[in-house]
C-alpha cells in the first residue's frame, strides 16, 4: 500500500493522513460518519496515550481503507498525492 504522509509539515500544512483515509473513501455517507466518530475517538485515545500510532494507524485503515484491494488503494494514493 502506499500512502503520503507529511509530518514535518515540508510540503503541506493540512493533515495528509485524514485527508488520505477521507480521498480513498469508498463507503455511503452514514457509514463514513460514524467511521469519523470511532477515529475521532481514536485519536483522542491516542493523545491520551491508550493507543500506540500504530494502533492509530491500523484502526484507520480498518475504518476507511477496508475492502479495497491494493491496486484500488495505490491508484488513489497517486491520485491524492496530486492534491497536496
Not at 16 to 22: E, K, M, S, V
Not at 29 to 57: E, I, R
Amino acid at each position: 500500500m502506499t500512502a503520503v504522509f507529511d509530518f514535518d509539515k515540508f510540503l503541506t500544512n493540512r493533515d495528509t493522513l485524514l485527508g488520505f483515509y477521507l480521498f480513498c473513501n469508498r463507503k455511503p455517507k452514514p457509514v463514513l460518519c460514524c467511521s469519523l466518530g470511532l477515529y475521532f475517538v481514536s485519536q483522542v485515545l491516542h493523545k491520551l496515550k491508550l493507543l500506540s500510532n500504530d494502533q492509530l494507524k491500523q484502526i484507520g485503515v480498518w475504518l476507511f481503507l477496508r475492502g479495497q484491494d491494493q491496486g484500488s488503494v495505490e491508484s488513489r494514493a497517486c491520485e491524492y498525492s496530486t492534491t497536496i
